[in-house]
């Protein structure tokens, strides 16, 4: 992975953290956005730990060229800031998981290892952040462009979608949805697919998103 983060000292500190998990490997360091850019083209990794404040290239712009030019690649967000819009910008930006820099080695490791299965994650804090704003625009009848189709999101799933969207939108993951629902887990990672088909979803963050709006 790549860990794109202003200060040294951090940026080195998450570098040997990673070194010493036995699943991971750090094969780069930038010190702003653009250098996380380049890159990302030049290195394809797995995930890229993305700080938002840097210079030369913010980390929100930095996100949205990434994930527009490599979908593969997951954004993993790891800041100070929690600001709202700075939440929901990086979330619309692409980043499939937002951590603060106040959050756990092991909670780190687990997001990482998450997001290699395919899994979003953010945490109930910033969660919250990101459904309140969206809360906001619906109240002022506004509409991000990414999601203006007007179509009933949830009228043609079958009874099970319907449940593990349930899931979704509470923040459980794969396993724990196939625990709850008797259902191996490959099964439900076919049902999360369909899922996100049928409401035009790239992510299970849009699909929480869309259903709690």
């Known amino acids: 992975m790549v ?3 202003d200060q040294a000292l951090v940026r080195r500190g998450m570098a040997l953290l990673l070194s010493m998990a036995p699943d991971m490997e750090c094969v780069g360091q930038a010190c702003h956005g653009e250098e996380a850019v380049r890159l990302a083209e030049v ?3 797995d995930v890229v730990l993305m700080d938002l404040h ?3 290239k913010g980390g929100v712009a930095a996100t949205r060229e990434i994930t527009l030019a490599h979908p593969a690649i997951q954004v993993l967000v790891l800041t100070t800031l929690d600001d709202d819009e700075t939440v929901f910008e990086a979330v619309r930006a692409g980043a499939k998981a937002y951590l603060l820099k106040d959050a756990g080695e092991d909670e780190l ?3 990482i290892r998450a997001l290699r299965r395919g899994e979003s994650r953010l945490t109930p804090q ?3 952040k990101v459904m309140d704003q969206f809360r906001r625009l619906a109240q002022s009848n506004q509409q991000p462009a990414d999601y203006a189709d007007d179509t009933p999101l949830t009228g043609n799933l079958t009874d099970k ?3 593990v969207l349930k899931y979704i939108t509470d923040g459980a993951t794969n ?3 196939a625990h709850a629902m008797a259902l191996a887990e490959g099964t439900i990672k076919n049902y999360v697919s369909r899922i996100m088909q049928k409401l035009h979803a790239n992510t299970r963050i849009e699909l929480a998103l869309h259903t709690r709006k």
Do not use: D, N
């Open 54 to 56: 840097m210079p030369v």
């Open 43 to 45: 290195l394809r990794p």
């Open 161 to 163: 979608e319907e449940r």
């Open 126 to 128: 910033i969660a919250r």
């Open 175 to 177: 396993r724990e949805i």
């Open 3 to 5: 860990i794109a983060e």
């Open 109 to 111: 490791l687990e997001t």
